[in-house]
């Protein structure tokens, strides 16, 4: 498929937290390989479409998980009417025409997959397809970017140190209080005061952290209550629906977390 | 196979037990993904069949195990006369053609399939065919919902915190006793008074859940027994047969159960 | 290849032990999915045989075991000489055609098995093809046996109280004296007299079950040492090369069994 | 292939032990699946070729082991010219064709080898060839032998109780000293003195079986030495090489064997 | 694809540290399997490189990871429209053609990888192409080096002794002062006051190495925070993007790093 | 292939220990089934290269690994223009046309590799090809040979008592001083003094096995040291380069080995 599909045509929306788009782009002009870093729905995956955006460079973004192959990133063989024809993997297009290709949630990935992306991070910027033995030297325009959630690190699975030293890092956390009730406008198109009462209530929720909760509501789940609100059904069903039955079972915690909210809606 | 054979002509009998129609209307209006928690027999299939039926979009259901691929869902290259084709998986015609997918138990699954659905539950609703290098954005009418049994969540088998964010969700448990004896009645075709009975004999061993039952009898079972009953089979034999020797093989415990069972059918 | 192979055109020979045929025949008219539980050699494999014959249905058994996928019983693409052709597998085939489908030890499968029957196994009654998308309404006919051995169950490998609830069940043990006795005479061609010494040997080798033995003599083992009598082999010997060589090889343990032998064949 | 390649034109030499041979022919007679059971070495595969030989069938043995698929046994479809063709396994040719098929080890294979023999064990004698949509009828003739070492059994890898009480069994041990020189002789073309003196070896090293030893020299291993011996090696050099270095590489436990030799050679 | 793809055309810049160049010449012409130890990040590839280009061969590189099979290496059979076709793998390319076959990581490899170069590293030199039926004889111009990291070597993974023993070896460690600002100033363009102030701040972090750090700075990461300082980025949030948040997530350790690069960048 | 590539027409130098030629001249003229046992680099592989030059027969050396399978010594069905094409495997061609077969390391490979060797090791002599159906009767000049270190054998890795049992043992060590010192000159072009002082720095490293090193310096690692002085590196550095390095990450057994070397060198 044309790279073109992956062009990313209108500005996706993003609001800015610190320098962290300055840096990106400084980082870009060196072509650096790039890691972002921060919790889920921290908006890893909306900023690196913000700056694919900016850059006029198509993304790849490719979910990563526990049985995906090196193959599924770099290509393989396919049977045709004439016999077997290469088909690049999303990765190869990219280094191949230039696009920043996106790896998210590298760790979860098999090591091959994670080793694969070591000549293209050094001086050689080089992608060898084993399989078809040929060496692809990176378009001048090529990234690479992977995202990585420090709260799901484990012994068991962590980057390699020597996969991590080939980044360098930039750390995305939850927005100001302000900046997260514009998203939240913008996103869900409520009334700033209802946004305003949502991202109090997302705060009473994230205190909770370490007391039974694993992550607090992120701005995603914001999000999906504004939009329960904004289709009439009442803030506590909203926020019950959208930010404390999905994420714990315990009866306890479900009452705390109802509590905090009773007490930032008032 | 065009998505028409996945549409339900006929209204599924369904009792509902509190405003959950309403919500699910909401989310739908939202394309909210949703996430049906509840026990084994509380409904939640039916459910999500009646409101396909009632909003008039198709139904993929696809039952999760823990040897599906992504390809099992997404869809593969199968070799034909010409060579290959790709054939669209359940989840790429409903997310090309506006259907509702259910991924039923979706936590049985292996995490590429969870890692599929992520690039469609946000504001991307995209679902990248990575080995068909394709990027298919959904219908405006696709919806995704999965079920979730809370009651079976360990350690080792969990949603992944970054997917459970991405859904709102809404809870099943069993129906009040007035309901479920009318969804007995009418789906065994017994009188009430036979139906009432079973549903006391139910409320019983529920009561034993926690004392050696992992849970207790499921509507599905009461309709078992008054199916049997229907059809001539006393009413302690059909208890027997449809509510206690499926469950449990300690002979202690299926005591306690016909003990129950004898008391509430008096 | 037709559904008419599986047909069972002579009665095989099975003795009742209780209700149990009146108990099949009334489940089968709801079309109601059955499990039937047992210990090894108790009959259930001829119980479903009698009872295919008795409902005039064909009857496809498939012996579970850990390496069985849902392809092998749902079907699979082949190649053939003009591309890929899909063949039914022996559960579609018996859903397409009426068919009474046996899953004789399902306990074995694995998951993607015991999935795949959720659907036929609730008020759908429909088996989706996913590889071929297609989704097969079961024909009128068409019921669901299962199998399952008690002794077996363990905490690793165990139904899924999820799959447990969606049958009814009959249970099976050891017939009686004469019951025995007969089927024994019956299968073996041996006067009744050699029958019942044996089936009083089987009494005593049952007693010793707990006490090292996982399993007494079962009535199949007693057919065989039948026959090598009735080809001219001496009781103890026949009972040594049947009933324990094959069961343990504790010196101990085979001695406490020949004591029991030669006490009941005194 | 034709199974005329099975059948044994020679008589395989074998030196009847007790009453086996009658015990057998009083089996196949029956067509009653048999067990083998005794240490390696002690002349299991020598007896069922025997055995064929003198019953006139052809012999198909397959050496069971852990990666061995039920295809392998049951066989596959072949890709052809003009598509898929199918390829009879072993056991599909022995059951067919009227053979005794011969399963070797059969503990180290894995479920699906085993439980694709049980409906060719019980009254039933067929064996579905699942993937063909086949249900092949025993020929008349065909009979079922495994072979089982109970040194080896473990609670990891054993026979399951249901397949186990499938087979009448016939216990081998270690040859009488006459039976076992005679045997020596015959094999190895040595005088009776050279092969009495071996066995006396034998003997004294299977006294240090369970001092270190996991077994003692087989009768294969004694031919082995008398081999060399026929060849000129002294007799204390063919016992290091053919009895001692295979066996052990503790240095205490090589002299105790050497001196246990030592002491039966003088 | 011809091996002259393979070839280095430029000098790429090496630092010489010790005498590694001439003993790798030593060595070279003897054809002696060669192991180049030391830490990422510390020029083990990168002094490869330079050597294939002083002595003017093609450089074959794979990374290997615990994906990476034996034919991965060695090539595979490939249908095309007359059939199967072999394509040598990079080893077999550099074997054949005379090239330097430098597996990287090798201890990441599964076991089949390893021991498909043992034939290659001792007085034979050959590789079996086990799948294709044929016994390469290396070119008398073929080297084969490894990389082995000896801070990573665990008892579950390491190399066996029976592959080490095949291998003399070449030891790198972290660049002297004076040899690492060269290195900084040539590849980032930067004033060698900047790049002489980060390799102070390397030091640093050295130190830290075993306080929590599993490892300090490597030489690459300086060039990363010297190119974004040569962007205008501040030398302290150019360490911080590029030497902290990478490498660790634990508060206390990320201020102590922080606090050494304040005084060294002092 | 034809076997005849596998003739070995230059005599391989061997230089003899003790009596394992005629021991194995002997072996081989009863075919017996061998295992040379013994650590890494005793030569193993270069006798039995020997040997079938004296014995003018072609050799077949298979590494063995883990992840081998039986059908990559037996053969494989391969798919060409008109179909699929059986392909003999290394052990099949050694058995057919007469080579000796030498399974390098056996106890690495899987349990079907091992398996798949019975049949031709005891009376038969015989390979079921089962994928095939065919059986191959081993040509009369037909030997197998496998080579086995005692210093790896573990719990979970030894060969089965079965395997073991099948084989005669002809073990090596280190060779004497004299021989050492001979092997080091002629393979290395080192004049005697050079030789004969890298054999007494093997002596000294041998000592300090089993104080942290698994195995001392071999034979060939001599080699290595000796080719390098051959070249002009100082003997204390070649000793470091092919001696100390690859063996060992110690510091405190670094040192320790270099003292001994320094002693024995000076």
């Known amino acids: 498929?044309?790279?073109?599909?992956?062009?990313?045509?209108?500005?996706?929306?993003?609001?800015?937290?610190?320098?962290?788009?300055?840096?990106?782009?400084?980082?870009?002009?060196?072509?650096?390989?790039?890691?972002?870093?921060?919790?889920?729905?921290?908006g890893k995956t909306r900023f690196v479409e913000h700056m694919a955006w900016r850059l006029g460079?198509?993304?790849v973004t490719v979910a990563c998980h526990e049985d995906m192959t090196a193959s599924d990133l770099v290509?393989?063989?396919?049977?045709?009417?004439?016999?077997?024809?290469?088909?690049?993997?999303?990765?190869?297009?990219?280094?191949?025409?230039?696009g920043i290709c996106y790896l998210d949630e590298i760790v979860e990935a098999r090591q091959d997959t994670t080793v694969v992306i070591h000549p293209l991070t050094d001086s050689r910027r080089v992608l060898p397809l084993e399989k078809r033995g040929e060496l692809?030297?990176?378009?001048?325009?090529?990234?690479?970017?992977i995202s990585y959630n420090p709260g799901y690190q484990s012994v068991l699975k962590d980057l390699k140190e020597?996969?991590?030293?080939?980044?360098?890092?930039?750390?995305?956390?939850?927005?100001?209080?302000?900046?997260?009730?514009?998203?939240?406008?913008?996103?869900?198109?409520?009334p700033e005061?209802?946004?305003?009462?949502l991202v109090r209530i997302a705060a009473s929720s994230r205190n909770l952290k370490g007391h039974g909760l694993r992550e607090g509501a992120s701005t995603r789940m914001l999000i999906h209550a504004a939009r329960l609100v904004a289709r009439g059904v009442a803030l506590?069903?909203?926020?019950?629906?959208?930010?404390?039955?999905?994420?714990?079972d315990d009866a306890d915690l479900r009452d705390a977390v109802r509590a905090a909210i009773a007490v930032a809606a008032a």
Chains 1, 2, 3, 4, 5, 6 share one sequence.
């Not at 999303?90 to 025409?97: E, K, M």
């Not at 692809?136 to 970017?145: C, G, I, R």
């Open 162 to 190: 020597s996969t991590k030293q080939r980044f360098a890092a930039i750390e995305f956390g939850h927005p100001s209080f302000d900046a997260e009730t514009r998203i939240v406008c913008t996103e869900a198109e409520v």
């Open 193 to 197: 005061e209802v946004a305003a009462r």
């Open 57 to 59: 460079r198509p993304l």
């Open 236 to 248: 506590a069903t909203a926020c019950d629906i959208a930010l404390v039955l999905p994420i714990t």
């Open 75 to 98: 290509g393989r063989f396919l049977l045709d009417a004439g016999g077997t024809v290469w088909h690049d993997g999303p990765l190869t297009q990219a280094v191949r025409h230039g």
């Open 1 to 42: 498929m044309a790279l073109n599909a992956f062009r990313i045509t209108e500005e996706p929306y993003y609001h800015s937290i610190a320098n962290e788009i300055a840096l990106f782009e400084a980082a870009y002009s060196a072509r650096m390989p790039m890691m972002l870093k921060g919790p889920t729905g921290s």
């Open 136 to 145: 692809v030297t990176a378009h001048p325009d090529f990234q690479l970017v």
